[in-house]
Structure formats: structure tokens, C-alpha cells
T-cell receptor, first 113, second 117 residues
């Protein structure tokens, strides 16, 4: 089975711009979660989608949003970028069942200048 | 809510020595526990998981962990490390109750394991 794929792998943006990141889960997985990883804050949960519905949400401002399509692919959008949004954004997929074992993609490295 | 504490931010060891990476958690509900490894410029790879049953779980690359409910710990061990084990290791927890999982992983801050020749 192919793993979780994320595109693009690297991205450079300037403050005030917006960005969209994409994640394709493992075939058959219906849950996609997003995490932000920074040196200072570590790994922080952004949100989780299951069958096109946001099922859980972390403590991030409304500038961070996401969606999931009928084929389970997911996108994450960050509007009005700030310097502090520079991070590795990780996507993880899961079957969405009880024990929530998640499989991670390689991440998208976002740099905001 | 859950939280995870990884007691050591860095652990340097020599090759072929044993290692233990410590993890403690707190939760108001029952939990599933995981250890992930991250190599430079890569995503996270699952090393092992505790869901139920035997408290000693074995994972990939010779790693094992023991779940101790009374001490709310899930320490990771390897009897003999290799240079290739140099990486960052993350302990994670997800909570569940009769209503199901909370569907998010809460991670510790990570432990950088450096294996020296």
C-alpha cells in the first residue's frame, strides 16, 4: 500500500499571504489529522476530519482551516500568514476507528518570510 | 484531557549500550499509548503501540515498552543501540471512553537520542 503523501514538500511564502497544503491518505483510510510541528511548541494537533466532517479541533486561530473530500483527500489552508506559522505541517491518516493508530506523511515545510 | 511528559530532552549513549527513554502521561480517561520515531527531515514512524493486554509491547527495530498503569508511565527501551537509532523519539497518547476515542494524539516534547561510536 502506498503511504500518506503530502504536497508540496517545501513552501516559501511572505507574511499576509495564504497557503493551501494537500494530503492524500492511505487507501481505505477515512480519517485525516493535521499537526503543526515547531521547535518551541513541539507537535500540536490542528484538526481531524472523518468522512468529510471535522470531528475534532485543536486550539488554533480561525486562520487555520481544513476540509476533506469524498475520496478522503484533505487540504489545510492558512490565511494571512504570520512569521510564527513557519513550521513542519504533518498529515496523518487512520481508519478512524477506536484506537486511532495514525500513519504520518513526510510533512510540508512552510517558511514564512 | 491528556498530557504527556518526556522526562529527558536529550539522551546520549554509546553504540551497543542499552537505553531507556522515559514517558509519563496523565489522563482523565483510559488511553492508548504510542511511541513514534522521527529521522531528520522526515515524518513520524510508528515504533510500537499499547492498546490492551500484555503490558510489555514489542515494536520494530528491537524496541520495546512497558505500560505501567499505577505509575502512568510508558518507557521505551532497547537493549543494544546502533548508530542508526539516532533520531528523535515521541511518546503519544490518545484517550477513549465509552463514547469512543477523542481522535487526536497528544505528544510529548520529544527525546533526541544520539548514539555515539
Amino acid at each position: 500500500k502506498a503511504g500518506v503523501t503530502q504536497t508540496p514538500r517545501y513552501l516559501i511564502k511572505t507574511r499576509g499571504q495564504q497557503v493551501t497544503l494537500s494530503c492524500s491518505p492511505i487507501s481505505g483510510h477515512r480519517s485525516v489529522s493535521w499537526y503543526q510541528q515547531t521547535p518551541g511548541q513541539g507537535l500540536q494537533f490542528l484538526f481531524e476530519y472523518f468522512s468529510e466532517t471535522q470531528r475534532n479541533k485543536g486550539n488554533f486561530p480561525g486562520r487555520f482551516s481544513g476540509r476533506q473530500f469524498s475520496n478522503s483527500r484533505s487540504e489545510m489552508n492558512v490565511s494571512t500568514l504570520e512569521l510564527g506559522d513557519s513550521a513542519l505541517y504533518l498529515c496523518a491518516s487512520s481508519t478512524g476507528t477506536t484506537y486511532n493508530e495514525q500513519f504520518f506523511g513526510p510533512g510540508t515545510r512552510l517558511t514564512v518570510l | 484531557a491528556q498530557s504527556v511528559t518526556q522526562l529527558d530532552s536529550q539522551v546520549p549513549v554509546f553504540e551497543e549500550a542499552p537505553v531507556e527513554l522515559r514517558c509519563n502521561y496523565s489522563s482523565s480517561v483510559s488511553v492508548y499509548l504510542f511511541w513514534y520515531v522521527q529521522y531528520p527531515n522526515q515524518g513520524l514512524q510508528l515504533l510500537l503501540k499499547y492498546l490492551s493486554g500484555s503490558t510489555l509491547v514489542k515494536g520494530i527495530n528491537g524496541f520495546e515498552a512497558e505500560f505501567n498503569k499505577s505509575q502512568t508511565s510508558f518507557h521505551l527501551r532497547k537493549p543494544s543501540v546502533h548508530i542508526s537509532d539516532t533520531a528523535e523519539y515521541f511518546c503519544a497518547v490518545t484517550g477513549f471512553s465509552s463514547g469512543g476515542s477523542n481522535y487526536k494524539l497528544t505528544f510529548g516534547k520529544g527525546t533526541l537520542l544520539t548514539v555515539n561510536p
